[in-house]
């Protein structure tokens, strides 16, 4: 007999065991994208082609480009709306700050570690907090774009074989594509996991070469009261993190590990 | 009730983009199906209607919410005479009001954060310009009572001259 679903008010933490946390995080990652999005409650003003002026201020120092953006979201067969949002950038451009009027996202290509992307998602809600007239978030995501580089060896070393039982020795051959997606969700959030194979640059067309995986973990968690916000970055990034260690075979977590082990023998010599 | 569908959280410069082959998913859309409210918007008033027009709108709105409370406001003026809210506080709050629920009857992304802002503003209009303060309440019960009062005597005066009540 199904027994009914009973959400508990952390029940997004629950939705799958948790994996021991790394103390310090790993010093190499996968990760080519890393983004966090805040919602908010819609302010309107936030989309006129100015940006806040406090809020610009507030970040100028670390991301002096400022780029306004025409935004247009066009319905079939009715008018069609135009908005603006306020994109902020790094002189390098791997920081990335955008701001809507419904929410304000931070993008890296050069995630180094957990610790360093809260820190910058601190900086920045502290920055938005004043202008955005809001005391909660209606929803924080956290998303991970990873794509695990193999080489020679069977896939199944650098995946977990669970995930990609048809690449696993079942006798097929010269695979083109194969991708899968896992969506987990209780009231209070959830997380997803897309995974897939990605042919290695330069191989355009089925052949028997390892192919590169690529992990896309995401996690979001809803009505986060402003002043939760780190509380709530740690335990959407440990359930992202969990799922996105679950999804790797021992070469990968051995890849993953290696400095940390090298780390730690230094340091008992 | 639970909403199984996956928002995923947006990229800002995407490099990788997902297949979406699910019905509903941005590259292959559900038919849209035009509520009432939507047609309401679309058909009988445009948006500046809405914003400036003189025309007050009739069908099931809270803007319409919102000029009823107007009008009473100025029916009840005889029972107090002292300004309930600063107007321009009020009037923006609704401006703000309409342009979201112009936003929200066009499906505009984000639904959710509209209707969190439209709460948020609600509870705001409903503090700065309550549809009945606590001096119209007084003023009204003084009326009761005054009411009341004279009840009681006309009954006094009935038995005293040997009338029915």
């Known amino acids: 007999m199904d027994t009914p679903k009973v959400n508990t008010p952390n029940a997004a933490d629950s939705l799958f065991p948790l994996a021991p946390e790394v103390a310090g995080g790993y010093e190499r990652n996968f990760i080519q994208q890393a983004v966090c999005e805040l919602r908010f409650p819609t302010l309107m003003s936030l989309g006129e082609s100015k940006p806040p002026a406090p809020f610009v201020s507030a970040l100028r120092k670390r991301f002096p480009i400022i780029e306004t953006l025409n935004e247009m979201t066009v319905v079939p067969g009715e008018k069609s709306i135009s908005g603006h949002s306020h994109q902020l950038m790094t002189t390098k451009q791997t920081w990335i700050v955008r701001l809507k009027e419904n929410a ?13 992307f809260r820190d910058q998602v601190k900086e920045v809600v502290s ?27 069977h896939i199944t070393e650098w995946i977990n074989p669970k995930l990609i039982g048809p690449l696993d020795h079942q006798g097929f051959t010269l695979i083109s594509e194969y991708t899968g997606r896992l969506a987990m969700g209780a009231d209070d959030g959830g997380c997803l996991l897309q ?41 959407i990034h440990r359930q992202g993190f969990s799922l996105f260690r679950w999804a790797l075979g021992p070469k990968a977590i051995e890849y993953l590990e290696r400095k940390e082990r090298l780390k730690r023998e230094n340091d008992n010599a | 009730m639970l909403d199984v569908t996956y928002q995923v959280t947006p990229l800002i410069q995407p490099l990788h983009q997902w297949e979406e082959v699910r019905p509903g998913t941005a590259s292959n859309p559900l038919p849209r199906q035009r509520s009432l409210p939507t047609a309401f918007l679309a058909d009988r008033f445009s948006f500046e209607d809405l914003m400036h027009g ?38 923006s709050i609704a401006d703000e009001r309409i342009r979201l629920l112009a936003a929200k009857y066009a499906g505009q992304t984000g639904q959710t ?5 439209l709460a948020i503003l609600n509870r705001r209009l409903a503090k700065s310009a309550p549809l009945v303060t606590v001096e119209q309440v007084a003023a009204l019960e003084a009326i009761a009572d005054e009411l009341a009062a004279s009840a009681a005597e006309s009954k006094i005066r009935a038995s005293r001259l040997g009338l029915a009540a």
Not at chain 1, 104 to 116: D, G, H, K, L, M
Not at chain 1, 209 to 233: G, N
């Open chain 1, 104 to 116: 304000i996202s931070i993008e890296t290509s050069r995630y180094t570690a957990f610790s360093e």
């Open chain 1, 127 to 153: 920055a938005a907090i004043p202008v955005i007239d809001s005391d909660f978030f209606t929803r924080i995501g956290l998303r991970y774009i990873n794509i695990v580089k193999t080489d020679q060896t």
């Open chain 1, 195 to 235: 995974h897939g194979m990605r042919n290695k640059p330069g191989i355009n067309t089925p052949t028997d070469v390892t192919p590169d995986y690529l992990i896309d973990v995401d996690a979001y968690r809803t009505e986060v009261p402003a002043t939760s916000v780190e509380s709530a970055l740690n335990s």
């Open chain 2, 54 to 91: 003189e025309q007050t709108p009739v069908a099931d709105s809270a803007a319409r919410d919102y000029f009823a409370h107007q009008a009473a406001r100025q029916n009840l003026s005889f029972l107090t005479s002292r300004p309930i809210s600063s107007p321009s506080n009020v009037e």
């Open chain 2, 113 to 117: 954060e509209i209707a969190a802002r």
